[in-house]
């Protein structure tokens, strides 16, 4: 399951993302640093993500549980090897949001659409129908980083 397999491969990304040799991923992954709510445990997360209107854009599935530690407004991330302290706001409820995040974030990197659940056709566009299905299963995490102007964007 798709499970299995990022809980194989996420600990060797984060430390690849951490590393000097960052820029064999960086490109389109980064690492979301999550502080467990109830526990205080640290979470390393590879996300990939897309640069939108001057903030990063990464989305998860709802099902996942560990996005609801980013509920305070704010995270530590490691983008392109540089540890950066920044806002989140987060979409959940807005499905039609969620749906133009998901197609940017595809438009930005195809690779991202079958681990979304969306097929593409040929040109490498997403098919609607299940863009619209994606949308309500995923949240978008946007994160601003400090001095860009989606800082400005309230907490969730």
Known sequence: SLKTFFRFINPFMAFVLKSPIH??????????IVIGRKTGRQFEIPVSFAK????????????NQWWRNLRGGTCTAVIRGER????????????????????????HNPLDAPFAGVRLNWRLKPNED?????????????????????NTTPGS
């Open 23 to 32: 820029w064999l991923v960086s490109f389109q992954l980064m690492l979301l």
């Open 52 to 63: 939108l209107d001057g903030s990063y854009v990464a989305l998860t599935l709802k099902a």
């Open 84 to 107: 950066v302290a920044c806002t989140i706001h987060i979409i959940d409820e807005d499905v039609s949001s969620i749906e133009q995040n998901l197609r940017a974030l595809i438009d």
């Open 130 to 150: 299940d863009l619209r299905t994606a949308a309500q299963r995923h949240v978008v995490l946007r994160l601003g980083l400090p001095g860009s102007s989606a």
